[in-house]
């Protein structure tokens, strides 16, 4: 029931991520005026049903976190961008430029061994060298292998 809910209309994350997808979407060219295609278009850019993004565009429901990066990406924007600015996460939760790096699985570039250590905060000296070690280690063994070098010293087949 709407009047025990202390929540102010238009103030719910549902709505505020509707209002902001729709005014991204129509800013990137989408055409949302009943029957104009616009809804259907954006479902089939970001792999949502029509009802889905229907309900997303009117602030009833929130996606599913399985397609905010496509939203995303379709509208133009970063997915921090899309979370915090829709009222999804607060800006504490993921402040700018904390994880200025990541993306999706399949844009990930090559990540150096010291890279991966400083992503995963190991500070001590001592863990980084052993983890470094080893990591330099199993990028050896997996060249090996690759190239056909790994099964001779190895004695297998």
């Known amino acids: 029931m709407r009047s025990m809910d202390t929540t102010p209309p238009g103030d719910t994350p549902a709505e505020r991520f509707g209002a902001l997808v729709r005014r991204l979407a129509e800013e990137a060219g989408y055409d949302l005026t009943p029957r104009a295609g616009g809804r259907k278009q954006l479902a089939i850019d970001t792999g949502m049903s029509t009802s889905a ?5 009117d602030g009833q429901t ?21 979370l915090v600015e829709g009222g999804v996460i607060s800006s504490d939760s993921w402040p700018e430029g904390a994880y200025w790096a990541v993306r999706s699985v399949t844009e990930q570039p090559q990540l150096s061994p010291e890279a991966a250590v400083a992503a995963w905060g190991i500070t001590d000296p001592r863990i980084r060298q052993m983890l470094l070690n080893s990591i330099e280690q199993a990028i050896r063994l997996q060249h090996e292998t690759d190239t056909g070098l790994g099964t001779a010293s190895s004695g297998r087949p």
């Open 53 to 57: 993004i229907g309900r997303m565009l």
């Open 62 to 82: 929130l996606p599913t976190p399985s397609v905010y990066e496509s939203i995303a990406k379709v509208l133009g924007v970063d997915v921090r961008t899309l």
